[in-house]
């Protein structure tokens, strides 16, 4: 069922001893929203863990609180539009009891038994701030860290075009209660682990281009990784680059699996639709920035890609 911001705020205060849930290859706004709601709810006096089924990335573990011991009732998912984005360990616990989603995907598939999205918001930790002012919790500099990076993270520090005046202001109330947004913005968006760089490199070096320069295609396989030491869960950036290069406007990034399949996340510049071809393949996410699954050999991935890209430019 669909509810709105105030129902969503009565649900927090009426339950207690929360398992907060967050996607697989977690990325900054489902840590900080999902931490700074965690945060939020402790200082309600709540009993409140995030869960996670995979070791934190190394850039987001200052965002990490430590676990309580409880008894867990209540399941929020934050950041999660498809019990498919949970990963397979969380699906197999979590899938069929999520009460309450937090959520700004379009395309959330209302798999909780209630579902707050704004798609209008810019990040899920934009609603977690708002949730906490209607709550009436004192906002402190731990849980604005939080939700300050979940904000910059997902808007590519205040760059997209999901960046409302509203975002601005949450973030500037954000700096107010405390939030370092220098030193979160920097270790979010100028500092990369040594591993990573190398992955970039070979990532660049795969690049290639179709449709008179239109797509800019990366491909990272399996081998890349073993060869960089990276691993898929610091690669998110790498999905940003082939849209990067002037002229693109569909920049794609696939990447090889642990299973073989393969995975596309696609970047748009307007007026091109991501959602839109990802939805062709079964995917799906935002107007400018979505996924998709492709469990093809690497040419059929491509070509079906292609296909599609060819029928939105
Ligand atoms: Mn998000």
């Known amino acids: 069922m669909i509810i709105n911001l105030n ?49 934190l990335p190394a850039k987001f573990r200052f965002l990490d609180v430590e676990k309580q011991d409880f008894e867990e009732q209540t399941v929020v998912a934050v950041d999660i539009a498809d019990v498919t984005l949970m990963g397979e360990d969380m699906k197999a616990r979590y899938g069929e009891r999520v009460d309450l989603c937090i959520d700004h995907h379009g395309a959330n598939r209302l798999f909780a038994k209630l579902s707050y999205v704004d798609s209008g918001a810019a990040a899920a930790a934009e609603i977690v701030a708002e949730l906490v002012e209607l709550l009436g919790i004192e906002m402190n500099a731990d849980i604005a860290d939080r939700l300050f990076t979940g904000i910059s993270t997902d808007t590519g520090c205040f760059r997209y075009a999901n960046v409302t005046p509203k975002t601005h202001l949450i973030a500037a109330q954000l700096m107010g209660y ?34 008179d320069g239109r797509c800019a295609i990366i491909t990272i396989t399996q081998d890349m990784f073993d060869k960089s030491g990276s691993s898929e869960n610091e690669c998110e950036g790498i999905a940003a680059l082939p849209r990067q290069v002037e002229g693109v ?59 599609v890209i060819g029928e939105a430019l």
């Open 178 to 211: 405390g939030a370092n947004a220098a030193k979160i913005n920097v270790a979010m968006f100028e500092t990369k682990s040594k591993t990573y760089a190398v992955l970039e490199k070979m990532a660049l070096e795969s690049m290639e281009f179709h449709f």
């Open 249 to 307: 406007k569909v920049g794609v990034t696939i990447r090889e699996r642990r299973n073989g399949e393969y995975k596309a996340s696609v970047r748009t510049h307007d007026p091109v639709d991501a959602s839109a071809i990802c939805s062709k393949l079964g995917g799906g996410g935002h107007r400018n920035a979505s996924g998709c699954s492709l469990p093809f050999t690497l040419e059929e991935a491509k070509s079906k890609l292609l296909k």
């Open 7 to 55: 129902d969503a705020a009565s649900f927090l205060k009426e339950h207690d001893n929360y398992t907060i849930i967050t996607h697989a290859h977690p990325d900054g706004d489902t840590l900080g929203s999902g931490f700074g709601l965690c945060l939020a709810l402790r200082s309600m006096g709540k009993k409140a863990n995030v869960i996670n089924n995979e070791e």
